[in-house]
């Protein structure tokens, strides 16, 4: 008997490929999404380089390239309870992979109206369908995609553990107690910031009311494509390559693909975690198919790969094609170099086997680029979304160039 999963934002860049995935492999799939990532693209006036097509389009090509059925229902996980409430009710589903969030930094720190629109929507999403299991009595594993993002970049030097970190605590008498915490948050934008919050709705659900959940504490995603995404035209992945949306490799290989100068913010030296898209969709399974016991804490797992220095990617993108390199403005507010040593040692002991930043992979990835380079739009390129006002919008210079070509060797 196939078993029914909810995939809340299932029309998104992480959560299309993952719909697919999970229906492949057997599972009864339905999308929920308030098709929100589609209208933000308007509003940005910055298109995916890649063309989506509509949700009715992209569920009928799913049916007739590999006969599995894929339900979707129009709600807002953010605004409409009800409707949530009464689909979890119908289907009564074994597992929520929960996606259903604004999930962008830099457009979290655009303007007022953005920042308050990622509060109410990411936290509003999460607390409604945790209210709504409580309430149900359901027992549903919930799946959470949140990010590395919460432990901040501070380059401490620590491994940065799965989610708790054990500490030392002095007590009267000088008797010391160890006890286990969630690792402390250092969120660097209002989106990683709501990630934050969600680790304490999920902590208080837990241990409240039993729900089941796993948080998910994703690098960056890189790639595009997946084996079912693969299958259809019409079923092709998103790849965002704005100064909002576009994640750095993948804006860098569009960038290179269509003779783009490389934009690095700052000195390059941030370190960031990254995985492919192809591991997103087998660690959500690997996560759906491990869940904790009912009753257990929250399980945390760190769904990364590898690390790599900003720069570092520039240079190896450049190598391989030939583009230029423009040291830019960096619009965050951040540590301009850092280190980042992360454990991800518990979907590796689930048999994960990582997909590393491989020379054919990325030429994949450039080969998707050049096919669609008649729907790049340089104006959009720009990080233009400033976390203070002092700091810059990351446009290429002649100045930038320069740095770029000057930048000393690895």
């Known amino acids: 008997m196939e078993k029914n999963i909810i995939v809340i934002g299932g029309d ?94 830099p457009y979290s720190m655009r303007g007022l109206t953005e920042k308050r629109y990622t509060v109410d929507n990411n936290i509003n999403a999460t607390h409604n369908l945790l209210a709504a299991i409580a309430a149900l009595r359901l027992d549903t594993h919930v799946v959470h995609l949140g990010t590395m993002g919460v432990y901040g970049y501070d380059g401490d030097g620590l491994e940065i553990p799965e989610g708790y970190q054990k500490v030392m605590v002095s007590g009267d008498d000088n008797v010391i107690y160890q006890r286990e915490i969630l690792y402390p948050t250092n969120p660097g934008s209002v989106y990683h910031m709501t990630k934050s919050m969600d680790q304490l709705l999920f902590q208080f659900y837990a241990k409240n009311d039993q729900i089941r959940v796993t948080d998910l504490h994703q690098g960056i995603v890189w790639g595009t494509q997946t084996p079912e995404t693969k299958l259809d035209e019409r079923l092709i992945n998103r790849f965002d390559y704005d100064g909002d949306y576009g994640t750095v490799l993948n804006r860098f290989l569009v960038q290179a693909a269509v003779g783009h100068p490389l934009t690095v913010h700052g000195t390059g030296g941030q370190t960031r975690a990254f995985i492919h898209i ?133």
Request: glycine fraction near 6%; hydrophobic fraction near 40%.
């Open 12 to 105: 998104g860049f992480c959560g299309w490929p993952t719909s697919l995935h999970l229906s492949r492999s057997g599972y009864n799939v339905t999308i929920v999404d308030n098709l929100s990532r589609r209208r933000i693209d308007d509003d940005l006036g910055a298109q995916s380089l890649t063309p989506i097509a509509s949700i009715k389009e992209r569920l009928t090509a799913w049916e007739e390239a590999s006969g599995h059925t894929i339900r979707f229902e129009n709600i807002d996980a953010a605004q409409q309870f009800d409707a949530l409430h009464s689909l979890l009710e119908e289907l009564k589903p074994e597992a929520v992979v929960h996606f259903g969030e604004q999930r962008a930094a």
């Open 278 to 410: 192809r591991d997103t969709v087998r660690c959500i399974r690997l996560a759906i198919e491990n869940p904790p016991a009912k009753g257990d804490r929250v399980v945390i797992r760190n769904q990364m790969t590898e690390t790599h220095r900003v720069r570092d990617l520039a240079r190896l993108v450049a190598s391989i094609s030939g583009a230029q390199v423009a040291m830019v403005e960096n619009p965050r507010k951040e540590a301009a170099e850092n280190d980042l040593r992360v454990s991800n040692a518990s979907f590796i002991s689930l048999g994960l086997e990582p997909t590393t930043l491989e020379e054919g992979l990325l030429e994949e990835t450039v080969e998707i680029a050049e096919r669609y380079a008649d729907r790049f739009d340089s104006t959009t390129v720009a990080a233009a979304s400033i976390w203070t006002k002092d700091q810059q919008a990351g446009v290429v210079t002649e100045a930038a160039l320069l740095a770029g070509q000057t930048q000393p060797a690895a």
